[in-house]
């Protein structure tokens, strides 16, 4: 009996609780208007949005894209927002999990207030190789992952290699009291720009996450020592001296440019069997 009654109670909790599916709904228009206008939207645009909710966003975006394809977990949400939708011509409600979606085949953006909880998730789906489509994105984020994504240096592998194939900026910061409920920290407008000619080419992304991996195991080692034993003294002389890293830079400050040149670098003139496996 008494398990049951625990059982019930967690059962409760989750669906029941606000905020299992990171329901802040954003009520503040200018805010929204400031979300869309993060990135230049045409009639020609496919705009994914991520968690629609009650389709505060949704609308706006119609106004300015071709397609708006609004994906929705909630029920309840999917329910009202077919009927609030019903006709209109560019909106698209598809009920589901955005983690077991596919995702468009054909160039799309992305803008959405997405649910937290599934931040990692969801940057996963869009910036890895399941995104081959994905142009650009205004997306919100909790300040503090805004800030990761965002600062110069970072010591994630998989980060950089990211932002070789995208640029991530901080458009700006909302007070979380612009959101309904509201969550329990600020959040950003974070931009995402593919980039016009990708650092590394994107079939090499994993085998730069390893290079970046094995520097970045110690990342206040020297850069000339870090590379000791993937380049020889010679090579470790042109190869610092092209990508402009200085000998006792740190590995943590070294720009996603300079990763780039050392990376490059080492796939042209280092035999593949000193290549950091990943
Ligand atoms: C932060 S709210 C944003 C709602 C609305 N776009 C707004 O800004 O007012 C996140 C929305 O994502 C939905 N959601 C949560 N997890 C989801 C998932 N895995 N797939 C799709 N939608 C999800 C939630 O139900 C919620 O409506």
Redesign the pocket.
Known sequence: MRKQNKKHRTVRKHKSGPNF??????HHPQTIRELINTIQIQRSDTVL??????G??TFPIAEKAGRVLA????ED?VKALRIKADGHPRIKILH????EMRLPSSPFCVI????FS?TTAILEKLLGAEGKAFQKGALILEKGAARRFTQRDTLEPRLLMWRTQFQFEIENFIPRTHFAPPPRVDAAIVRIMRRERPLVPAKEGRRFAAFAAYMLREPRLMAAHALRGIFTPAQLKVTLNQAGVGREQAVASISVEQWAVLFLTMLRHVAPYRWPKG
């Open positions: 599916t990171g329901q802040h709904l954003l949005e991520i968690g629609a909710g009650k505060g966003l994906v929705e977990i909630d949400f589901g999990d955005i983690r959405a207030n997405i649910p599934i």
